[in-house]
């Protein structure tokens, strides 16, 4: 299995403090120019920063400092997010995390397909089902007829 290599320790500070704060990571960029400069974050100014940090993983230090008090607060056990202002953004929840491995997504739907692929339909002993639905169905039934080399009822032609 291929695994992603690990950010870098700017990277990884900076999700960690966006995960504490439950927060995004552009939020926390938001409220570490707020700290840092004294003045609203515009987000123009921000979108070149942003980018460049989720591109080239370019941490301002701006952004390392303010993430660096963050998770100093949380490895204390002293972590409010009204303290850092993060309770004027909105509030992030993690993504759950699932709990069946991939192998087993796989499995069933490996099962479902063989499933459809043993499933037998002949159209002169089964409910006619494509004479009476949309044209869709009448489309896939035309395909259908002309795969399995059977004649085709009238209401298909």
Not at 55 to 63: E, G, L, N
Not at 86 to 111: C, H, N, Y
Request: with cysteine; hydrophobic share 45%.
């Amino acid at each position: 299995m291929l695994r992603s290599p690990e950010p870098p320790a700017d990277v990884r500070l900076v999700l960690d403090a966006a995960n504490h704060l439950r927060i995004s990571e552009f939020d926390l960029f938001r409220l570490a120019w707020e700290r840092w400069t004294g003045e609203a974050a515009d987000e123009e100014r921000l979108e070149p920063i942003f980018a460049a940090y989720m591109f080239r993983h370019a941490v301002p230090p701006w952004a390392r400092h303010f993430a660096r008090e963050v998770m100093a607060c949380a490895d204390a056990g002293t972590l409010e997010r009204a303290d850092f202002g993060a309770d004027r953004m909105r509030r992030r929840e993690p993504l759950p995390q699932s709990k069946a491995p991939v192998w087993v997504t796989a499995a069933i739907f490996g099962a479902f397909f063989m499933l459809i692929l043993s499933t037998n339909y002949d159209p002169q002993t089964s409910a006619p089902i494509a004479c009476e639905t949309g044209p869709g169905m009448r489309t896939i039934s035309q395909i259908a007829y002309t795969l399995s080399g059977q004649p085709m009822p009238d209401c298909l032609r």
